[in-house]
Structure formats: structure tokens, C-alpha cells
């Protein structure tokens, strides 16, 4: 059980309900005992690095959490260090409620599902918002998308979390199934050749015979 998960996540009313129902003095043991977790690890680093979206958490002034999607070809939330992500942030529907939340409270959440693997990882951290075009806005630009980078924003780890697998379904993107058929689509050409082929050799002795 990573230690700097519990030191956030168990907050005294989480630590009450534990206590209430049984599981605090073996959360208590993981916790005291169990590792940091708050460095990208290599492991991680390469389970980000394919990921093509990610659910990002904020809190409002009035308590409220936001989460919002945010999506785009693998690798475009980008490993900085050890410690550090990025990613740009490009114009949307202008409602800004992330911009904002964070102007006023830069703690956040990074919720990273893998579906296909049936895997996920949860990351506790602060967000930071750096305006307009500069060398980082360039080094996070997704390659041969045109859209005018707004903001970047960088999220500073905190903890790390991984989940077991658990009731998470399996599901397929566009592009995992293109992967999946291409070889089978390359299959049913060779197939469709060699009939062709044979149908030609056929009609051929078939027109000898008849001469």
C-alpha cells in the first residue's frame, strides 16, 4: 500500500469509517510500512506513454469536485520528470471551469484507465497553469494537430495508486481494433488471391478439354 496515497486519501472522516468498520489497523500496517509511491517510474512512465485520454479532477470554491475528460493521440500527456507531467491545452467549449478551480485551488487528480489491459492508476498532485505560447507550450504540442495552444498545464505528483482489476470492462479502441484486423484483413486477401488463381487455372483446363 503506497504511503503517500494513505497520508492524502485517509482524511480523519475516511480514518472514522475505517475504524467504524473494521479495516483501519491493516490500512494502518500498509501504510506505515508500504513504499512512497510518488515518482513516475519507468513502469508508469510506459503505461502513460500509450494512453490516448485521461480523466482530470478539480475543486471548485463551493466544494465541488469537476472532472473532465481530456483526449488526444498516445503520448500527448508527456513525462517531464520523475514528478512532473504536461500536456497542452488547447481552446474548448470556454466555460474555463478547470482554468478557474485551479486559480483558486491547484490540488487535483489524475485518473489514468487502461481498458484494454484492465488497468488503472490514480494521481494525487498539484496543477499549475502556465499561460500563452513559450518553449514548454512548443515541447507539448501535439504534432500535426493545428490548434492554437491556449495554456499548458503541469501536474506536480504527489502519490501514486495502482488499482486491481476488478470489475473494470474490457473495452477496444478505433485503433486497437484496426490493429486487431489488419492482419486478419490480410489474411482474407491472400485467401481471395489464391481462389481467384484457382478459378483462373480451372477455366483455363476447362477451355483445353473442350478444345
Known sequence: MPRKFGEIAFTPEVKAAQEERGSRQTYEKYIANGPANNTITPEIARFIA??????LG???SNGYPYIQFRGGPAGFLKILDEKTLGFADFSGNVQ????????GNNKAFLFLMDYRHRKRIKIWGRAELIEGASELSEQLRVPGYAAQVERVILFHVEAISENCPQH?????????LEA?????????????QQIGEQNAALITLK???VQ
Open 180 to 192: 486487431m484486423m489488419a492482419p486478419l484483413r490480410e489474411r482474407i486477401t491472400q485467401l481471395e
Open 207 to 209: 477451355n483445353r478439354k
Open 50 to 55: 500509450q494512453l490516448d485520454g485521461f480523466y
Open 58 to 60: 478539480t475543486v471548485g
Open 168 to 176: 473494470i470492462p474490457i473495452r477496444y479502441s478505433e485503433t486497437d
Open 96 to 103: 474555463y471551469i478547470t482554468v478557474g478551480n485551479l486559480s
